[in-house]
């Protein structure tokens, strides 16, 4: 979703452009308006449009100076300018002070098309460069960076962090939109915010900061209040990792800060850190422990199986180790006893998979102990749990997903309503769909989605994104274009082909 403000003075010239940006029926949303360049130039810093289409003569303050103004307080916003014939040279002046693009009165709507839709492209290509990045395929680039300025960047970390691509969504996360999170962040500190990025998974966010040395150590103290705001949004704990940088070596920080966040995380606990954490080896005495759970779980000595579980996860704790340090050890325990079973049985699950899973919904150490101990009862123990076949048992979650479509489920929820442990859910679902329930159920929204496009052409992204219970417009936009490979927008009227192809997509994962 591309927010616009729009300013211009004439109530009517406003009121057609408005419309006229309507009429496209594009992923636009009117923002904010103004008949004056000091109440937009006030009203643009607070709510951080994506473009401002603003008109050249003013009262009290032009267009030109407002353009300038916005470059000033370090604003990102796409600057796009709305011109008569006899202010042809205005314009120019425009551009050069970095406006997009100008615009002749009166506006033609395939020309206002056009202008939008080159700035959106624009706009894309500046969020998806995070992640592009992080993997190495782009290098980093945006408006307002010189290779010779020191930035900060805060990788920001909601709850618990995750490595694997098989979980598209993070099922105690929120997501947070980036205007949000710099709504947020103004709060507590006013500096320049060059760009918010989303991360490498939904719960991860980036802000990347421009301030000189005394405003820096100011955003260092401020940071703790932020982390807790941050706290009460998500209803999370948070993680925050930041890093100092200049221009010219940001891609190898970005990368870097990623990884110290990861490794940066204490199960549910917040904390704000900048000081690189170094890799480990596993634990001492894990070989043995893993010895331990063999001996244990072939001996069916269940409760035995769990107070051990119980008394190393309290060890840990008391150890105080990360995340990060859990997921390896953890893994090492779950690599040995795969290789122990092996021999008696089949086991073609993925370890981390599951690990990852389980830490997701876990919120505090104990649960995680329990949920750890559940998960080695199901993958390594040959009962299963009593009552309806597996192929039922995922006839009624797919039924069950038909029916509750708009609501927000997680893997909780489904233990609760169906009576089966989670790690066994996710095994069976796993088994026979080949995905993880929570993505099924979201290419299940994502469906039907397509199919909303498509037979209510005249119902907004907000309105359909609502319906089916995503957090926020954008974000479904984000989500729909993974799935299908299109955007809603595309989607939207498009031939027939088109749908087939994402239907083809659909029919393939």
Same mark, same amino acid.
């Given at each position: *979703?591309?927010?616009?403000?729009?300013?211009?003075?004439? @109530?009517?010239?406003?009121?057609?452009?408005?419309?006229?940006?309507?009429?496209?029926?594009?992923?636009?949303?009117?923002?904010?308006?103004a008949?004056?360049?000091?109440?937009a130039?006030?009203?643009?810093?607070?709510?951080c449009?994506?473009?401002v289409?603003?008109?050249?003569?003013m009262?009290? *303050?032009?267009?030109?100076?407002?353009?300038?103004r916005?470059?000033?307080?370090?604003?990102?916003?796409? $600057?796009?300018?709305?011109?008569?014939?006899?202010?042809?040279?205005?314009?120019?002046?425009?551009?050069?002070?970095?406006?997009?693009d100008?615009?002749?009165?009166?506006?033609?709507?395939?020309?206002?098309?056009?202008?939008?839709?080159?700035?959106?492209?624009?706009?894309?290509?500046?969020?998806?460069? %995070?992640?592009?990045?992080?993997?190495?395929?782009?290098?980093?680039?945006?408006?307002?960076?010189? +290779?010779?300025?020191?930035?900060?960047?805060?990788?920001?970390?909601?709850?618990? $962090?995750?490595?694997?691509?098989?979980n598209?969504?993070?099922?105690?996360?929120?997501?947070?939109?980036?205007?949000?999170?710099?709504?947020?962040?103004?709060?507590?500190?006013?500096?320049?915010?060059?760009?918010?990025?989303d991360?490498?998974?939904?719960?991860?966010?980036? &802000?990347?900061?421009?301030?000189?040395?005394?405003?820096?150590?100011?955003?260092?103290?401020?940071?703790?209040?932020?982390?807790?705001?941050?706290?009460?949004?998500?209803?999370?704990?948070?993680?925050?990792?930041h890093?100092?940088?200049?221009? *010219?070596?940001? $891609?190898?920080?970005?990368?870097?800060?990623r990884?110290?966040?990861?490794?940066?995380?204490?199960?549910?606990?917040?904390?704000?850190n900048?000081v690189?954490?170094?890799?480990?080896?596993?634990?001492?005495?894990?070989?043995?422990?893993?010895?331990?759970?063999?001996?244990?779980?072939g001996?069916?000595?269940?409760?035995?199986?769990?107070?051990?579980?119980?008394?190393?996860?309290?060890?840990w704790?008391?150890e105080?180790?990360?995340?990060?340090?859990?997921?390896?050890?953890?893994?090492?325990?779950?690599?040995?006893?795969?290789?122990?079973?092996?021999?008696?049985?089949?086991?073609?699950?993925?370890?981390?998979?599951?690990?990852?899973?389980?830490?997701s919904f876990?919120?505090?150490?104990?649960?995680?102990?329990?949920?750890? /101990?559940?998960?080695?009862? @199901?993958?390594?123990?040959?009962?299963?749990?009593?009552?309806?076949? $597996?192929?039922?048992? @995922?006839?009624s979650?797919?039924? /069950?997903?038909?029916d509750?479509?708009?609501?927000?489920?997680?893997?909780?929820?489904?233990?609760?309503? %169906?009576?089966?442990?989670?790690?066994?859910?996710?095994?069976v679902?796993k088994?026979?769909?080949?995905?993880?329930?929570?993505? /099924?159920?979201?290419? &299940?929204?994502?469906?039907?989605?397509?199919? *909303?496009?498509?037979?209510?052409?005249?119902?907004? &992204?907000?309105?359909?994104?609502?319906?089916?219970?995503?957090?926020?417009? /954008?974000?479904?936009?984000?989500?729909?274009?993974?799935?299908?490979?299109?955007?809603?927008?595309?989607?939207?009227?498009? +031939?027939?082909?088109?749908?087939?192809?994402?239907?083809d997509?659909?029919?393939?994962?």
């Open positions: *979703m591309i927010s616009i403000y729009l300013v211009e003075d004439e @109530v009517y010239a406003l009121m057609a452009l408005q419309q006229k940006i309507i009429d496209l029926e594009e992923d636009y949303t009117i923002a904010g308006t008949d004056n360049g000091i109440t130039l006030k009203e643009i810093a607070e709510l449009p994506d473009i289409l603003t008109d050249i003569r009262p009290d *303050m032009d267009g030109l100076t407002l353009i300038s916005l470059k000033e307080t370090g604003c990102c916003s796409l $600057p796009i300018i709305v011109s008569g014939y006899q202010d042809f040279e205005y314009a120019k002046q425009a551009v050069k002070l970095g406006a997009s100008y615009l002749l009165k009166p506006v033609n709507p395939a020309e206002l098309a056009s202008c939008l839709k080159s700035c959106a492209e624009k706009l894309t290509r500046q969020r998806k460069n %995070i992640v592009s990045f992080l993997i190495g395929e782009e290098r980093l680039s945006f408006e307002g960076a010189n +290779p010779q300025d020191t930035f900060t960047l805060l990788y920001i970390i909601i709850a618990n $962090p995750l490595s694997s691509v098989e598209p969504l993070h099922p105690n996360a929120r997501y947070i939109p980036n205007r949000v999170l710099e709504e947020l962040f103004r709060q507590f500190h006013h500096c320049r915010v060059l760009r918010s990025f991360g490498f998974f939904s719960n991860e966010k980036a &802000l990347l900061l421009k301030d000189d040395e005394k405003g820096r150590s100011l955003l260092y103290g401020n940071l703790p209040h932020f982390l807790k705001a941050l706290e009460a949004k998500t209803g999370s704990f948070v993680t925050i990792y890093a100092d940088a200049k221009g *010219m070596s940001l $891609p190898p920080v970005i990368r870097e800060c990884e110290n966040a990861v490794r940066s995380v204490f199960f549910g606990k917040s904390g704000i900048n690189p954490v170094r890799s480990r080896r596993p634990s001492p005495g894990l070989s043995e422990t893993a010895d331990l759970f063999a001996l244990i779980i001996q069916n000595q269940l409760d035995l199986l769990r107070s051990n579980i119980s008394r190393l996860f309290g060890q704790e008391s105080r180790h990360s995340c990060f340090a859990l997921m390896e050890d953890l893994l090492f325990i779950m690599d040995s006893l795969k290789r122990h079973f092996s021999s008696q049985r089949t086991l073609d699950f993925n370890n981390r998979y599951f690990l990852e899973n389980i830490m876990s919120r505090t150490v104990p649960e995680l102990s329990e949920n750890f /101990y559940l998960m080695l009862v @199901v993958l390594f123990t040959v009962k299963e749990p009593e009552g309806r076949p $597996p192929e039922e048992l @995922v006839e979650l797919i039924a /069950y997903f038909n509750h479509i708009s609501s927000n489920i997680t893997l909780q929820d489904l233990e609760e309503k %169906i009576g089966v442990s989670k790690v066994y859910i996710c095994r679902f088994k026979y769909k080949n995905t993880t329930p929570i993505d /099924y159920f979201t290419r &299940l929204k994502i469906s039907r989605a397509r199919k *909303m496009l498509q037979d209510f052409p005249n119902l907004s &992204l907000r309105e359909i994104s609502d319906s089916l219970g995503f957090n926020d417009a /954008y974000y479904f936009s984000k989500v729909f274009k993974r799935i299908t490979g299109f955007s809603p927008s595309e989607m939207r009227g498009a +031939p027939l082909s088109r749908q087939q192809q994402a239907a997509t659909d029919a393939h994962t």
